[in-house]
């Protein structure tokens, strides 16, 4: 297992030390009355410099009144309202510059008559046709896949898990494990979602990379044969850390934007996808460890340093990174 785990680690080391990347831009149409439209168009921003992304309406559309921008946290938003002679049912909106990016966006169809439409525009399909009343399009299949994505593309979330994977090694303490930090970060992000209790997200952000340093520590700890309340119960360090990565789930979700009269099932399915990417990175991780236990070389001695220390290393900068950022 040790063999495979470091091998991962060094993957997991040399991604850029960036987390939550997967910021997708968030579309919203209201009808307002027949083939009148209230538009919001939500897209990531980093400081002043906003995605180059622009809606493409269809040509029966024309502006009523000017555009409002206001800047937000991490993002620009922009609105408007259009007058779409015929309505937009059965027509195209496209989103320019959408396949030189890396992201996607969210777009919520919200008509006078009929339920909300929830629909997803990638890189490879910038259009997507607005679909008539009769059809039923539910969030799950838009942000289910932005659940699996956030998690997969989170390196401080996988670092994470995967010090766990490393601390723990026995499968039934890692279920346990695994599953504390599962309902540790849905009572966090249910909880921010609704509006129940907030934190602010960069103070919470810093504290995500000091857990991945503690957990780094209990390993070397753990090696160097030191028995701490960690290692006997795992599940405990999880839940607590669950919480705090919790709020950087939901500051990710914030981000992406939410249905106002959809917010419990969008955050159901989001939430399902960032478990089900999770699920998928800790099956690979062991799946891997039997291949490599049965053909792999066996490392040199010291070899075993290099995750903890890595991992500790890129989560101190993350740490220093963050806190730095507060203050400018």
Not at 37 to 46: E, V
Not at 160 to 188: M, P
Not at 250 to 266: D, V
Request: charged fraction near 15%; hydrophobic fraction near 50%.
């Amino acid at each position: 297992m040790r063999r495979f785990l470091l091998a991962l680690s060094f993957l997991i080391l040399s991604a850029p030390a960036k987390a939550h990347e997967v910021r997708p831009g968030y579309l919203q149409i209201h009808e307002i009355e027949p083939a009148v439209y209230d538009f919001t168009w939500k897209t990531p921003a980093r400081g002043d410099m906003r995605l180059a992304l622009n809606v493409i309406f269809p040509s029966e559309c024309r502006a009523v009144g000017e555009a409002r921008m206001t800047p937000s946290d991490g993002a620009v938003i922009e609105r408007w309202r259009s007058a779409c002679e015929g309505g937009l049912p059965g027509k195209e909106i496209a989103i320019e510059n959408l396949a030189a990016s890396l992201t996607d966006v969210i777009l919520r169809f919200e008509p006078l008559s009929g339920p909300p439409k929830t629909l997803r525009i990638t890189g490879s399909e910038p259009r997507v046709e607005i679909p008539a009343e009769t059809q039923n399009h539910s969030g799950a299949g838009a942000y289910f896949p932005l659940g699996v994505e956030h998690i997969l593309f989170g390196v401080d979330h996988l670092l994470f898990v995967l010090c766990l994977l490393i601390l723990i090694g026995d499968v039934k303490r890692l279920i346990g494990a695994v599953t504390a930090f599962t309902v540790a970060h849905s009572i966090t992000l249910a909880g921010v979602t609704f509006g129940w209790f907030s934190l602010a997200i960069a103070p919470v952000e810093a504290c995500i990379a000091l857990s991945i340093a503690f957990v780094a520590e209990e390993i070397i700890r753990a090696r160097e044969g030191t028995v701490s309340a960690t290692q006997r119960w795992p599940w405990i360090a999880s839940f607590c850390f669950g919480l705090l990565h919790g709020f950087g789930f939901a500051s990710a979700l914030r981000e992406i934007g939410l249905p106002e009269s959809a917010a419990p099932l969008a955050l159901f399915f989001f939430n399902l996808g960032v478990e089900a990417g999770q699920i998928l990175f800790i099956i690979a991780v062991l799946s891997a460890v039997f291949l490599c236990q049965r053909y792999a070389p066996a490392p040199p001695h010291w070899a075993w340093r290099a995750p903890p220390y890595g991992a500790g290393i890129i989560a101190s900068f993350w740490f220093i990174e963050r806190t730095v950022s507060m203050f400018l």
